[in-house]
Structure formats: C-alpha cells, structure tokens
C-alpha cells in the first residue's frame, strides 16, 4: 500500500497525538457551534466563562468564596476586549500579561464591604485544573472582505480554558514546512486575523518531515527547530502514543512542546518581549536554564553549586541570561543577581536587553555602588568586574537569600585577579559562567573548580540548527614575497582576471600607487586594491556591508585614507583612544590627530561610535567598517556579510571576529571570511593543526569556517541540475522550446529554485580567487554564457505565463552576478509583471515570437485579471474562464489553429480591458451605464435563474437597483468594509428585499447567503 503523505492525513495524525497527550478534540462543526456561528468570535466563551468560575475563588477572614459570575463575566470581557488599534504586539503583550498575572476583580462582601481580589485565566500552579483543547479547521473571519477568500482556517488550534494559544499549520509531506511559515506571517496581517494572533503564544509550521515553532510576530529566519536534550528518551515515549506508524519529526515537535506540563512552562517562563518584539527560547536556552536551576538547588559549604554554559555566538546568550534571571527571582524570592561584564561596551548592552525585556536592573558605577546596591533593595544589578578590585576586603553576605553572579565570557576573566577579587568579596554567591567560545584545554582544569560545565550549544550544533550562518575561508596571504615584481604580477592577473576592459584599465592605475608608495606601506596599498575590488564586485548594491580586522590604529586610519583615495567604496573606521599605544611606534601623534579630526565634527567619541554603528546596521552610507579592537566582538551587525582580516588573531579572538558575520539576514546565506594573515593557511589541514587554534579540542570547533572550495563546487552541481531540465530540448539555440518545457509549474519552480542556487554559488566562485583551483577558463567562460541565456529565458517565462520570475530576496545577488561578470552593458533588470491594462501590453506581446506564444501570452495575463478580479463580478469572470478553457481545449484538439488562438485571445482581451464595449442594449435603461449595476444584475441573473421567477429580468432589475442604493448610502461611511455593523446592516436590508420578493411571487430563495456574498464582493470592488 503506497503511505498517505496528505495534509490530511498528517492533520490527524496530529490530532490523535494531541488527544493521547491530553487534549479534548472539537469538531470543525462543534469549534463554531461554541462561537454560536460567529467566525468573528475566537474564544470560546461557554468554556472560558465555566472554567474561570471553578478555577477561581478568594478568601476573605478566613473562609473561601467563589466569585460572582457577573465578575467573571467582567474578567472574560477584559480579555476579549483588548484592542487591536495599537498594532498586533502591543495586543499580544497585554493579553500575554494577563494570561501571566491575571488581573483584579472586586467583590461585594458579605459585611457589605468592596475589596479587589486576584483572579487568573490560567492556573500555572496546579496543571490538572485547566482544560486543554485541540480544534481543526477553525474558521476565522478576516479583517478585510476585499478579497475572494473572506475567512482563514487555520489547520490546527490548540486552547488552554477556552483561550487560543498555539496556531498549527500543516503542509503535506511533498510542500515545505516554509510555506507554512509564511502562512502564519501572513495571517498575523492587520487585514487578516490578528484578532486570533493576539492571544497566540506558539506557532507551529510543518510537514510530514520537519517542524519550526515561533510565537506571534516571529520573522520567518527566526522560526527555529526544536530538539529534546534526551531524543532517545522522548521517542521512546512517543511509541505508546502512536499506533500503526513511525515517529515522525513532527511528533517530536508536537510532544516536545505541546505536552501540558510543558507548554505551560514554555508560556509561564520562556517567552519574552524584548522592544516589543516577542522571542519564545529557542531549545539550548530551555535545557541550559532547566540545568541550572537542578545545579544550583544543591548547596556546598553555604553556597550555591555554579557551573558553565558555553552557547556559541549568536545563540542568543543575552536572552538566556535575562530568562535565567526572572525565574531565579521568582524561586529564590530575596536573592541578589549580579551580572558582570569585563568591558563597558558589554555592561551597556547587557544592562539594555534587560531594560528591553522588563527587568528593572540597577547599573553600578564603582566599587562602592556595588555594595550599596547589593545591600540595598536593588534585586538585579549590571557591573564591570574591574568595580570588585576596590571593594575585594569588604566580604557582602545576604542574610536572608542568595547571591547568583552570572558572568559573561567568563574565559577572560575566570583565574585572573579581578576574577579572585570577585570571589573575595562574594565568598557565598553562586557563580555561572557564560562563553561563546568554546573552553581552551588548558582552562577546562580551572573551569572544572568554577563548577564545570552545565551546557553545550557548539558551532556546529548552531550552524546544523539554521541558528547562525555558515562561515566561508579563504586565504589570501600576502606576505613579503608577493610584493616582489613577479608576486604583484600574479596578484594582479588574478584580481583583473574577471574584469572588463574598462575596469581593468581603472585597476591599472592603482595599480600604478605601488612605484610612488614607500615599500613600508606597499603591503597595506596591495591589500587595500583586493578589498575595493572584491566589494566592488560583490558587495555594492547588495544590501551587505564589510569590516576590515588591522592590527594597529594607524593600519586602520592608513585603510581608511587609501579607500578614500579610490573614492569607489565608502569607509568608516572605528579605534579605541587610550589603548595599545605602544602599537603605535612612532605613529602616536599623527594617530591622535587623525582621530580627533574624525570625530570632531560629531561632539565626543561616543556620539561618533554611536554615528558609525548605527549607520553601518541601518544604513548605506558605511560599506566597510575598519576595526581594531573595538566591535571586533560583543557587535552584531546582521547586514555584515564579509570579514577581511589583516590581523594576528589566535583562539577564542579568533572565534569571536569572525562570529561578527554568522547572523541571520535576508538574502544571506553565509559569512565570509577572507584572510591576508594566514591564520588557517589553505584551510587543508584540521583546525587544530593551525597555531591560531591549536589551543581547542578538535570536536569543539567543528564547522568553525568551511573551505570556500567546497561551496564553489556546488556550482557545478546546481549547473548540472539545470542541464538535466532542459534534457529533451531538441533545438538547443530556441529559446522557445525552453520555453515551452517550463509550461508546467512544476518544472517552472524547479528552474527558478536551481537557477537562484547556481547564480548564488557562480557568483560566490566568480569572487573567489579559489575558482580556478576548481573551474577551468573555457568552463568558467561557458557558465558565464549559460547565466546570460537563463536571465533571458526568465523574461521570457515571466511574459508568457504572466507569473513572477524573480529570486524574491536573491535576486539583487543575481543582478550583481549579471552586472559585474556576464553583461554589464546590456539591461539585466527583470521588467515589472504588465497587466492587459497597461498601454505597454501590447508592446510586450510583440516582443514575443510566434502566434502560439503571444496568444499564450495573452491567456496567462488575462487568466491572472479573472484571478485578481473575480469578485467585482463573478458571472462575467467565470464565464471569461470558461472562454479561456475553451480556446485551451479547442487547441490541443487541433480544432483551432494558431492564428485563430490568437485572434480569439485578442477579442478576449478586448472584453475585458473595454477595447471591445458589453452590448449595454442588454441592461435596463435605469442603470445609466453604470457597471456596478451591471455586475449586480449579471450574478443576480445567474443566481436567481434557477429559483422559478416567472419574470427573473424584473426582480433582478429591481434588487440591483435596491441593492445600489444600500451600497452607495453604506459606503459613505468611514472604513465602512471594515465595519461589523455595517455589514450587518446591509444584510438585514438585503435579507428585506428578498424576502419581499419570496411574498409577492412565492417563492423560495434558498441562495440568499451566496447573494449576500457575491454582491457584498461588488460593492467592496467597487467602493472600497
């Protein structure tokens, strides 16, 4: 028997896991009957409103009451009507709260006094007194009643009491989970169903394969994978509650965060609102927080057990600290949590995700302030470890709770003697140490006494995760042998190698700087015309920015000078004022002046550091940023796609550099790393092997930096794939019979999933020095050649089936591949899909060839308006379908030729745009050739034909002109489409009319919704 690999299938596959978990299943007919048939509505009321009054009561002189159902009522009411005006998030939120801390009810007491009392929607403490519930196809109404679709079902909902709190969407097992993500995104649209998102707290998108979970207002790169710390365990446990089948990844999902004890505590304590972005923990924070708190409940010699959590860089490791933090607080109620930092720049933005998320944390400014606040009534403090040297003889104890000093990158600071300072003046505290990097071998001995290690989330684990980005190497030394005539020879051929002649004469003359440069600066000059041409030729126009890694100021302000001499690329650079002058040599005057001219005009040091970081997140006026120290670590900067480093940097700096570009980012697929040191060599040896690294374990740096080469290759693979597409082509220099193999859809997303893939991975190729390691010139050559070809075939698909070719958020890294190496001089640019409205259509049309394509041409953008148009008048669109069907048919038939295609194709055309006018001697002389008239009168027609009106021309003549008026008076009114009640209203007065209509000619319309429907359609087309 082939397996059912359906979406329905896997829904109920889902929904008997969920009910062996706990859940009581509600039938799509039962799910409306409790909204009394209200799709507006997305509570259900009936079993908030009972639940509530048995899971809440209050004392009062010590006897227990339950509270009145007119409170209740109130409660429910609180919680419905919070208002969607200020946007999704700021609804989500409060609700969120009041889903956390309940809110306050009063009573009338039975001494005929008032008093407030607390009462919650969900019993965090006690699991077995809320009802959890699983529904399917939970119809929902959208905001905006302008489209064909005026409701979303979301596939699955999950509802704790009677609340909605986890949204499911389901793909069958051949469709992406992706396309489930972008479900989701779209529902939460103010047009959409928001009003069911803002109580949301888990989303779930997937297929019969894999899952990803978010929560409300999550962006699609940030759906995350879910893995259990103990797989084995949880699928064990699993097999008894699946029967018939294999666990799936999708069971595992659904069992890891939808079991009753654990989704409680996934709301309760580990989903955030940071700036009012909502964050749910990805699964490393969940595990390294859960194994904490075990360690910490045990106790040695009056103080709490610590430990290490090593969470690699960009794993959200700020986040982690803040969620640890609440819920110590809330365990050990009079503890003190200190988090230190050793750098200020670090203490500032520690000190801000804490603020961003709510909890209020003091910030010490010396040693002194320290213990005051630690003395005081001040619960979460932020401080530099330097603060501990000056108070290190005044030991703090808290008497009645505990200290817990979380420590960021504890490597730097675990051993030295501002680490014993800290210990000497907090004997007693608990100590948890947190690294991005992982553990040298020689620090694991010392670590072991700190505690040992809680937690691991490795590079590999992250990159495997989709949690940061790939890094790429390549090596790019340049020593003192390539600046000899023969070196700089080679060095030029292969930079100019991909260039134009135009180009190449523009590099010639930087070229020329190296006979007037000292021999001393020749080096930073070579290194300088490499990096403008490799952003040049990959950066610009791109969305993507560079930072450049130099060992001293003056290299950085020498970058910076050289760069602005080319005037290509704009440059910023970024040095410390106080640190490392005896760098410096000679050059400390003239680096002291350089710097204070550059941030003269900005006031202060810190509002230029603040100028440049800005602009170089946010910004385009920043291509390259030139770094020192400062921003090397502790800086995202997502948009940072590229690291050029021209710097001695060794173990866990090393690490932390090149982690400044792994984050996630539209468009990005990796970070990539270019290296003038040769730090990893030709990278064809174990990391370890490397001196920079050779301090690690081998299996902690797994996936650190991939080998450029192994992506280069992947261009021939995705070259390959494209070639067997077009297999069966025949005449292999027509474009049209590439075309014509594209007619099914099919293969229409293969070509553009191959094609975005291999001009991603050639124009990496095409920027990496390695590619002739790979590729020889004549293959290079006829890629370039195919690239061309396929770029033209887009337009041409994009014409003829009117359907969108462009490579969504790759295609700015397709048209810099097209503009920098194939065809510079040609328009690359895909041009805007042109509807049959456009003067420009049938310009478009003759560029086409052959009468078969044109009519195509013509089918697919008439196809498109009836798609886009069908509710302004859904009689005439249908029947233009039909007609559109019918010339399909009749030419795969052979019944007609393709000049009759095209001549049918055009008077279609004609139709509809109004080239060709309706025959109006059909529509009665009241309408004054007013088309809505006409819409409405046509679907009353075809509506009303079968109901047995002896004079259906009339009757429908009379309620278009009724209904006219209901619209035109209705439409007055502001956002009237948008308005329940006015909807209402217009129904009551429809609903009138045809009942008038049944009385005086008795009969029975049994269409009346449909007519609602369809003429509600028209008047949105044609008023809103």
């Known amino acids: ?62 006897k227990r009451y339950k509270f009145s159902q007119s409170s209740v009522l109130k409660a429910v009411d609180e919680l419905a009507g919070v208002s969607l005006n200020e946007g999704l998030m700021v609804a989500n939120e409060r609700i969120t709260n009041l889903l956390l801390l309940g809110t306050s009810l009063e009573e009338n007491l039975e001494d005929g006094t008032r008093r407030s009392f607390s009462f919650k929607f969900i019993d965090f403490e006690n ?34 009491n009677g609340i909605p709190i986890v949204v499911i969407e389901l793909k069958k097992s051949s469709v992406s989970f992706e396309n489930g993500i972008k479900q989701l995104e779209k529902e939460q649209g103010k047009d959409e169903i928001a009003h069911l998102f803002k109580y949301i707290q888990l989303t779930i998108a997937a297929n019969g394969s894999g899952a990803r979970y978010g929560t409300t207002g999550t962006p699609f790169k940030f759906y995350s994978v879910w893995k259990e710390q103990d797989e084995a365990k949880a699928k064990e446990s699993l097999k008894s509650l699946i029967n018939g089948r294999e666990v799936s990844a999708l069971d595992m999902t659904l069992f890891a965060l939808l079991s009753k004890d654990r989704l409680l505590r996934l709301v309760r304590h580990y989903i955030v609102f940071d700036k009012k972005m909502k964050k749910v923990c990805r699964y490393q924070q969940f595990f390294a927080i859960e194994e904490t708190l075990k360690r910490v409940s045990a106790k040695k010699e009056g103080a709490r057990a610590g430990g290490l959590i090593w969470h690699t860089q960009g794993s959200g490791k700020s986040l982690t600290m803040v969620m640890l933090t ?144 790939p890094l790429l190497y390549e090596g790019r030394y340049v020593g003192q042998e390539v600046l000899d005539p023969e070196g700089l020879t080679r060095k030029f051929d292969l930079i100019s190698r991909e260039l134009g002649d135009e180009a190449k004469r523009d590099l010639q003359q930087k070229w020329a700087r190296f006979e007037r440069v000292a021999s001393s600066e020749q080096r930073l000059e070579l290194i300088a015309v490499d990096i403008n041409e490799h952003i040049k030729k990959t950066l610009k126009k791109s ?53 204070q001219e550059t941030i003269k005009d900005y006031g202060s040091e810190e509002a230029y550091l603040k100028y440049v970081k800005d602009e170089f997140i946010y910004g385009d006026e920043i291509d390259l940023l030139i ?27 090393l690490l932390q550099a090149i982690a400044r570009v792994n984050r996630l980012y539209d468009g990005k697929d990796y970070g990539y790393i270019i290296d003038y040191r040769g730090l990893l060599g030709e990278l064809d040896q174990a990391l370890t092997n490397y001196a920079s690294l050779s301090g690690f374990d081998p299996e902690d740096i797994t996936g650190a930096v991939i080998d450029v080469r192994s992506e280069i290759i992947k261009a021939k693979t995705y070259y390959t794939h494209l070639d067997d597409l077009f297999s069966g082509v025949k005449f292999k220099d027509d474009l049209e019979s590439y075309v014509a193999v594209l007619e099914d859809v099919q293969k229409r997303d293969d070509f553009k999933e191959w094609l975005s893939q291999f001009a991603r991975a050639f124009k990496l190729a095409l920027s990496s020095e390695k590619i002739y390691d790979i590729l020889s010139e004549e293959v290079i050559k006829a890629y370039k050649q195919r690239v061309k070809f396929y770029n033209e075939l887009r337009k041409a698909v994009q014409l003829r089936y009117h359907e969108a070719c462009d490579f969504g958020k790759y295609e700015a890294q397709m048209q810099k591949l097209l503009d920098t190496y194939v065809s510079a001089k040609e328009v690359n640019e895909l041009t805007k899909l042109v509807n049959i409205f456009e003067t420009e259509f049938d310009d478009e049309v003759q560029r086409v060839e052959g009468k078969n394509a044109k009519a195509d041409t013509i089918i697919s953008a008439i196809s498109a308006v009836v798609k886009e148009k069908m509710d302004s008048n859904p009689a005439f669109y249908k029947s233009i379908a039909q007609q559109i069907q019918d010339i399909i048919d009749e030419y795969k038939a052979k019944r007609l030729s393709e000049e ?5 194709a055009k008077l279609l055309k004609d139709l509809i745009t109004g080239a060709l006018k309706p025959n109006e001697d059909r529509y009665p002389k009241e309408f004054n050739s007013k088309k809505i008239l006409f819409a409405i009168y046509d679907n009353l027609l075809d509506i009303l034909g079968d109901v047995g009106l002896m004079d259906v021309e009339t009757v429908a003549k009379n309620l278009s002109l009724k209904f006219y008026e ?14 329940k009640d006015v ?9 009138d009319a045809l009942w008038e209509i049944e009385d005086e000619y008795g009969v029975s319309i049994n269409e009346k919704e449909k007519i609602y429907q369809t003429i509600r359609g028209i008047g949105i087309s044609f008023y809103a």
């Not at 859940?23 to 639940?51: A, H």
């Not at 770094?627 to 700096?653: C, M, W």
């Not at 209402?984 to 609903?991: F, G, R, Y």
């Open 1 to 62: 028997m082939t397996p059912d690999t359906s979406e329905n299938k896997i829904q109920q596959n889902s929904i008997n896991l969920l009910q062996n978990l706990g859940y009581k299943f509600i039938s799509r007919e039962e799910n409306l009957k409790l909204r009394d048939g209200k799709t507006s509505e997305v509570l259900f009321r009936e079993i908030l409103t009972k639940k509530l009054g048995e899971i809440n009561s209050y004392e009062y002189k010590g």
């Open 127 to 160: 699991l077995q007194n809320n009802d959890f519930y699983v529904t399917e196809e939970f119809e929902v109404s959208r905001v905006s009643q302008s489209d064909a679709q005026k409701h979303r079902r979301p596939d699955l909902v999950l509802f704790i």
């Open 326 to 469: 609440k819920l110590l607080k809330q365990i050990y109620i009079n503890s003190k949590i200190i988090v230190v930092t050793d750098r200020i720049d670090l203490d500032g933005q520690i000190h801000e995700t804490f603020e961003n998320t709510d909890v209020k944390a003091g910030r010490a400014s010396s040693g002194s302030d320290l213990i005051e606040k630690l003395q005081s009534g001040v619960s979460v403090i932020t401080t530099l470890v330097h603060k501990f040297e000056k108070v290190k003889n005044q030991k703090v104890v808290i008497r009645d709770g505990d200290i817990f000093v979380l420590v960021d990158e504890s490597h730097r600071t675990q051993g030295g003697d501002l680490h014993k300072a800290m210990k000497k003046a907090l004997p007693l505290a608990c100590y948890i140490g947190f690294t991005g990097t992982p553990l040298l071998k020689r620090e694991k001995n010392s670590f072991a006494k700190f505690g040992g290690e809680i937690h691991r989330y490795t590079i590999d684990d992250a990159v495997k995760d989709g949690a940061v980005l």
């Open 543 to 595: 969305g993507f920015k560079a930072m450049l890694a130099t060992q001293r100021k003056y290299d950085a302000i020498k970058y910076h000078e050289i760069f602005e001499e080319f005037g290509e690329i704009k440059s910023a650079y970024v040095i410390s004022s106080n640190e490392h002058e005896e760098l410096e040599g000679g050059h400390k005057e003239y680096v002291a002046k350089a710097w």
């Open 627 to 653: 770094v020192v120290d400062k921003l090397l670590t502790g800086f995202d900067a997502p948009r940072a796609s590229t690291l050029y480093i021209d710097k001695q940097l060794k173990e866990h700096n």
């Open 900 to 904: 009759e295609k095209l001549t049918k």
């Open 966 to 979: 209901i619209y035109e008076k209705a439409s007055k009114k502001p956002e009237w489409h948008k308005n």
């Open 983 to 991: 909807e209402n209203e217009i129904t009551s007065q429809m609903e």
